[in-house]
Every structure is written in structure tokens, then in C-alpha cells.
T-cell receptor, first 112, second 110 residues
Framework: QKEVEQDPGPLSVPEGAIVSLNCTYS??????FMWYRQYSRKGPELLMY????GNKEDGRFTAQVDKSSKYISLFIRDSQPSDSATYLC????????????FGKGTKLTVNP | DSGVTQTPKHLITATGQRVTLRCSPR?????VYWYQQSLDQGLQFLIQYYNGEERAKGNILERFSAQQFPDLHSELNLSSLELGDSALYFC?????????FGPGTRLLVL
């Protein structure tokens, strides 16, 4: 079983839709949870960062972590064509400055 | 712009050759990480340096090596290159938990 599982999609939605992206993981030592956005042929860009369980909101983006279920989510409200990208979940352990373990990414297309 | 710079942007080379990828971290970041991204494996951690010292190793091949210099820039050396080494190589830097990625070096081995 992979440490982090992420549905690769692709996911295609109309502009204005609510998008839900998810990852599951198996390693209970993970404490830090991130979402990165990666445009084609570019470096991953940090979108959201959460420590332990709970919700975090930033504009149109909401990240949720449920450690009891080992499940994390990213919601995008009022999606825009500029949101079209690959979304990667990533996580690391208690140490803080540790390696990130990534999901394989979900490719999202928002159609105007 | 994350503040992390990587050179070169693209590299095309032949099997058996050796290449060096360079990374400059964000100002003040002591940790540098190297990752490899391929279509089938996704983003995989290779190695981490902290203030000049190796901190952690991932699935890095013996043909690959890295170092971090006193000015905190880092280099990743890939030798005896094989076709399967073709990938995007990213460097990231951090002060604490959050890592910021550079634009990557696209390596093509022919």
C-alpha cells in the first residue's frame, strides 16, 4: 500500500463549480499536511498548509484534515479557468523539517 | 516566484554522461531538498541538506550525489546517466515545515 493515495483524475468541471480533491494516507506519524498546485512544466506552488486535524480557509480554498480517518481534502469554491492545474497533496512527520511524501496529483480542468 | 532558483532549466545529454544541477535556496533558508518527478512515480524525495550537512536520504541512486556549500547553494550530481533518469528535478528550501519549490531542471537523457 502506498503511503499516500490520490485519485489522478482527470477532473473536468464548469466554471463556478465547487471542486473537491482528496487524499488518503497510511502513515499515522504524518502531522503536517499541504496542498500544492502545479501548472504544466512549472514547480509546485504551496497553496495550503495545515498542522494536525482541522480546517483552514484561505479565500476560495478550504483544506480539511481528518486524522482519525487518515483523509485530507481541498475544496475550491467558485472555480476559475485559472485554477486549471495539477493539485498535489503532501505530508510530513512530526519533525517539521522533514521530507515531503506526495500523492501523484489530480489534474483539474475548469471549463469557461 | 518562490525565491528558489535552479539552473539550468533544460539539459539534454547522452547515456553514460554526468551532469550537475544547481539550486540556490530562499534567503535565510538552511534546508535544501532535492526531488525527482517522473510521470510514473510522481514527486519522489531524493536527499536533504541542512546548513551544509546531509540530513536525510530517500530513494537516491548510488550514481547520484549532492552537496550543500557554505553559501547554502546546493548541487545535485547525476552520473552514468541512463534513459530512465529523464525527469524533472526540483529543489526546495525551508526554514521550518513549509517547503518552497524552484522551477525545476528538465533532464532528457538520449
Amino acid at each position: 500500500q502506498k503511503e499516500v493515495e490520490q485519485d489522478p483524475g482527470p477532473l473536468s468541471v464548469p466554471e463556478g463549480a465547487i471542486v473537491s480533491l482528496n487524499c488518503t494516507y497510511s502513515n499515522s506519524a504524518f502531522q503536517y499536511f499541504m496542498w500544492y498546485r502545479q501548472y504544466s512544466r512549472k514547480g509546485p506552488e504551496l497553496l495550503m498548509y495545515t498542522y494536525s486535524s482541522g480546517n483552514k480557509e484561505d479565500g476560495r480554498f478550504t483544506a480539511q484534515v481528518d486524522k482519525s480517518s487518515k483523509y485530507i481534502s481541498l475544496f475550491i469554491r467558485d472555480s476559475q479557468p485559472s485554477d486549471s492545474a495539477t493539485y498535489l497533496c503532501a505530508m510530513s512527520g512530526e519533525g517539521g523539517s522533514e521530507k515531503l511524501v506526495f500523492g501523484k496529483g489530480t489534474k483539474l480542468t475548469v471549463n469557461p | 516566484d518562490s525565491g528558489v532558483t535552479q539552473t539550468p532549466k533544460h539539459l539534454i545529454t547522452a547515456t553514460g554522461q554526468r551532469v550537475t544541477l544547481r539550486c540556490s535556496p530562499r534567503s535565510g533558508d538552511l534546508s535544501v531538498y532535492w526531488y525527482q518527478q517522473s510521470l510514473d512515480q510522481g514527486l519522489q524525495f531524493l536527499i536533504q541538506y541542512y546548513n551544509g550537512e546531509e540530513r536525510a536520504k530517500g530513494n537516491i541512486l548510488e550514481r547520484f550525489s549532492a552537496q550543500q556549500f557554505p553559501d547554502l547553494h546546493s548541487e545535485l550530481n547525476l552520473s552514468s546517466l541512463e534513459l530512465g533518469d529523464s525527469a524533472l528535478y526540483f529543489c526546495a528550501s525551508s526554514k521550518q515545515e513549509t517547503q518552497y519549490f524552484g522551477p525545476g531542471t528538465r533532464l532528457l537523457v538520449l
